[in-house]
Structures are given as structure tokens and as C-alpha cells.
């Protein structure tokens, strides 16, 4: 008899081979785990010791670098050149046939048991009926006596409306913030038109400034120019007419 005992664990402290090169060797040399696993009690996976023994052969195999294409090919060569473990044989048809006829206490006895399951079945078929029926009306309380179904759809219809509300609202972030960066670009022109208001508002100052002063210094010309010919008809009168021959040219200098 074929004795599983062997856990990933136990091949782990024995071979040094970690559980995912044990798993990949066994989907690369399906024989090994087919014929020589088990699953123990707990649901782990369990070998026996010749899976124990080729195992620690392969891990020689790993350290000397061998490539794991080799070492799956020499394992699969290894599980043939070695028996595979009897197996209790299984009976076959002709068996069943040649098998003796039941005699009629027994078939009494199977229709006896065959009744008493097909009952048994019926009562377990009825306790899961009413707790069926005990679900139902559990969940018709938690729904207000609404339909599940309806219930149902009723959520989807609530999840439809928030995706709309948070699409809504993204959008409407978006649209602020481009108003805001618009905002922004327009304050941005108005203080520009500032700016350069205030500097035509300073240059026309500077321009009104300057014609006043040339209107200031033309008229104090003028002044001067009345003053000279003022003085130059008196010197004229005093001097004698000869001198006034003088006057235009120098009118026209002043």
C-alpha cells in the first residue's frame, strides 16, 4: 500500500526545493502528480517516497544548473523505468454478472432503505422549502415589502442617477475653473489697459506741460520783440531820420 506523507513542507527541509518548483516539475511531468500525490486530511497536497526520492534527485539536478527542460525530461524517464504501484483491481461488468442474485429478504430490505431515503429526501426538500419561504419573507421586511426584483432595479437606478451627479459635477468644476482662468486673463488685460492709460495720461501731462512752456516762452519772446522795437522807434526819433531806414530790417530780426 502506497503511504502519502510526505508534505511541500517536509520536501522543502529535505530537497531545498521551494512549493513553486515542485508545482511547475508537476505540470511539467503530469505522471508525478497523478500517480504519486494525495491529498491529506486537511485539503494539503501529500507524495509519496518515491516522489520524495526522485524529488531530491532533481534538486542534485538544480544545483549543478542543469536547465529545468533536462530535469523535467529525466524525472518523466525516471517514473518509467520504475514500476508504478500495484492498484486493487476494480471490478468489471462480467463481475457484476457473475455476482449471485439477491434473494427476496434483501430486495425487502432495499426497497425498505430505498423508501427510507426518498422520505428522508422529501422531508429534506420540505425543511429547505420553508427556509426559502423564512428568506423570503426576511428580505420582504428588510425591503418594506417591496419586490427583490424591483428593489433591485431601484438601486440601479440610484447608482445611474449618482454616476450622472458626479459627471454633473465634474463638469460643473471644469466650467468654473475655466471661468476662473478666464477671469484671471481679464484681469490680467485690465490691469495692461491700466497701465498703459496711466502712461499716455502721463505723457499727455508731459506734452501739455511742454506747450505750455513754449506758449509761456513764445509770449515772453513776443514781449521782448514789442519792448526792443519800443526801444528802437525811440532811438530812431532821437538820433534823426536817417536812423529809420534801419527800423524794417530790424523789425523783421527782432
Same mark, same amino acid.
Given at each position: ?51 520524495? %526520492?526522485?524529488?531530491?534527485? %532533481? +534538486? ?49 430490505? +432495499?426497497? %425498505? ?13 420540505? +425543511? ?55 477671469? %484671471? ?70
Amino acid at each position: 500500500m502506497t503511504v502519502f506523507k510526505h508534505s511541500y513542507a517536509d520536501l522543502r527541509g529535505s530537497t531545498g526545493l521551494d512549493p513553486d518548483f515542485i508545482r511547475r516539475l508537476m505540470r511539467g511531468v503530469p505522471e508525478l502528480k497523478t500517480t504519486h500525490t494525495a491529498k491529506g486530511e486537511r485539503g494539503e497536497l501529500l507524495v509519496d517516497e518515491q516522489a520524495s %526520492a526522485i524529488l531530491r534527485q %532533481a +534538486a542534485q539536478m538544480r544545483a549543478k544548473k542543469i536547465p529545468f527542460k533536462q530535469i523535467t525530461e529525466r524525472v518523466a524517464g525516471s517514473l518509467i523505468d520504475q514500476p508504478s504501484p500495484t492498484e486493487p483491481k476494480k471490478p468489471t461488468v462480467s463481475d457484476s454478472i457473475k455476482s449471485p442474485t439477491p434473494s427476496a429478504p434483501e430486495l425487502e430490505l +432495499a426497497k %425498505a432503505w430505498l423508501a427510507e431515503m426518498q422520505q428522508a429526501h422529501q422531508q429534506a426538500l420540505k +425543511a429547505q422549502q420553508v427556509s426559502i419561504a423564512h428568506l423570503t419573507q426576511q428580505l420582504l421586511l428588510v425591503t418594506e415589502g417591496k419586490d427583490p426584483a424591483e428593489v433591485q432595479r431601484e438601486r440601479e437606478r440610484q447608482q445611474t442617477r449618482l454616476v450622472q451627479l458626479e459627471r454633473a459635477q465634474a463638469e460643473a468644476q471644469r466650467l468654473v475653473q475655466e471661468h476662473a482662468t478666464q477671469l %484671471a486673463q481679464e484681469q490680467a488685460q485690465v490691469t495692461q489697459l491700466k497701465a498703459n492709460l496711466e502712461k499716455v495720461r502721463c505723457e499727455a501731462a508731459n506734452l501739455i506741460k511742454d506747450f505750455q512752456t513754449q506758449k509761456l516762452a513764445a509770449r515772453e519772446r513776443a514781449v521782448q520783440r514789442m519792448r526792443l522795437l519800443d526801444q528802437l522807434d525811440q532811438l530812431s526819433w532821437v538820433q534823426g531820420g536817417r536812423k529809420r531806414d534801419l527800423l524794417p530790417p530790424i523789425r523783421e530780426l527782432a
